[in-house]
C-alpha cells in the first residue's frame, strides 16, 4: 500500500496505521534529481497491494510536514524511515539516495510470503466461483504452513464447494478451540448438512439394490453419480473404474469419470484416479 501524507491523514495514516503494521515514511522532494531517481524505484519495490507494509509518501515541500523530518534528525532526502507502534526504528533509517541492492536489501522484510501470496489467490478464485483454482493455491499454501489456521478453514471452504467431504472433514478436526469462531462455525453447519445427504433412505436404497445385483453396469453408474451427488468422489471413481476396467465404451461412464476428475482438480485422489485410466487407454 502506498500513500501520501499531509497534514490532514498525517495521524491515521502514520500513528495509527503503524499500530497494525510497519510503515515506511519515504521523504522526498519532487524536484531532486536524486529523488526523481529513487522514487520510482521506492514505490516498485512496495508495491500498491502489499499487505505488509505501507509507504507513506512525505513530501518536503509542504512547510507543515517539514518538522518531521527535524525531529527524525534527517540531513539528507531522499530518506527512508521504519516507523512501528507508532515509533521510528532508529536501526531502519536510510538518508540520500541509494542504489537498487540496498533498497531490495532493505524491503526485503516487508516481501510477502508465499503463502500470504497463495491465500490471496485462493480467496480470490473462491470470489470468482473458481473453486478448483481456489483448492490448488489453498493446498499449497496449508503445504507450507500447515498450523496456520485461517489457510486450513479457506481450503475447507475450496474442498466444501468441491464436494470433497472427507477433506473438509479431516482439515475440520485439526482447528483448535481457539480458533473455532465464525468461519469455523459456518463451515462446520455446511458439512454437517453436507454429511446428513450422504446418507439418505434415497442413497441407501440404491446401494442395496446395487449389492443385490453386483453385475448390473447402468445401476453401477447411477450410483457413482449419486455418489459424486454427495461428495463421495472417491467411491464413485472406484465404481466407474471397475466399470471401465471390463468396458471403456460402457454408457456415459467414462465421461462421468472424467467429469468428477475436472471437478476435483488437482487432489490427490484425482491424480490417483487419472493415472488408473491411463493405465486403461495406454
Not at 108 to 118: G, T, V
Not at 150 to 168: G, H, K, M, V, Y
Amino acid at each position: 500500500m502506498i500513500v501520501d501524507i499531509n497534514p490532514q491523514n498525517f495521524h491515521a495514516e502514520l500513528i495509527d496505521a503503524s499500530m497494525k503494521k510497519p510503515v515506511v515514511i519515504y521523504f522526498h522532494a519532487p524536484q531532486m534529481p536524486e529523488c526523481q531517481g529513487m522514487t520510482p524505484l521506492v514505490e516498485a519495490l512496495v508495491g500498491p497491494a502489499n499487505a505488509q507494509v505501507t509507504l507513506a509518501k512525505v513530501d518536503m515541500n509542504d512547510p507543515q510536514l517539514q518538522p518531521l523530518a527535524s525531529q527524525l534528525g534527517l540531513r539528507a532526502l531522499p530518506a527512508l524511515v521504519l516507523f512501528h507502534q507508532g515509533r521510528p526504528d532508529e536501526q531502519a533509517i536510510l538518508e540520500g539516495p541509494q542504489d537498487e541492492a540496498t533498497l531490495r536489501q532493505y524491503f526485503a522484510a516487508f516481501a510477502p510470503k508465499e503463502e500470504e501470496l497463495l491465500l490471496e489467490q485462493g480467496k480470490q478464485a473462491l470470489a470468482e466461483g473458481q473453486a478448483d483454482v481456489a483448492h490448488a493455491y489453498l493446498s499449497k499454501a496449508h503445504q507450507l504452513v500447515p498450523n496456520r489456521h485461517d489457510i486450513s478453514l479457506w481450503l475447507i471452504e475450496a474442498a466444501l464447494d468441491l464436494n470433497l467431504l472427507d477433506e473438509a472433514q479431516a482439515l475440520l478436526a485439526t482447528i483448535p478451540m481457539v480458533a473455532q469462531e465464525d468461519h469455523y462455525q459456518t463451515l462446520s453447519s455446511r458439512l454437517a448438512l453436507a454429511l446428513q445427504a450422504t446418507d439418505s433412505p434415497e442413497l441407501r436404497a440404491l446401494e442395496l439394490r446395487h449389492a443385490e445385483q453386483p453385475d448390473d453396469g447402468l445401476l453401477a453408474q447411477e450410483l457413482a453419480v449419486q455418489y459424486s451427488q454427495v461428495g463421495r468422489q472417491e467411491e464413485a471413481l472406484a465404481l466407474l473404474f471397475s466399470l471401465l476396467k471390463r468396458d471403456m465404451a460402457f454408457g456415459d461412464a467414462k465421461k462421468i469419470y472424467l467429469d468428477i476428475l475436472t471437478t476435483m482438480g488437482a487432489h490427490p485422489v484425482a491424480q490417483q484416479y487419472r493415472r488408473k485410466l491411463y493405465s486403461l487407454l495406454y
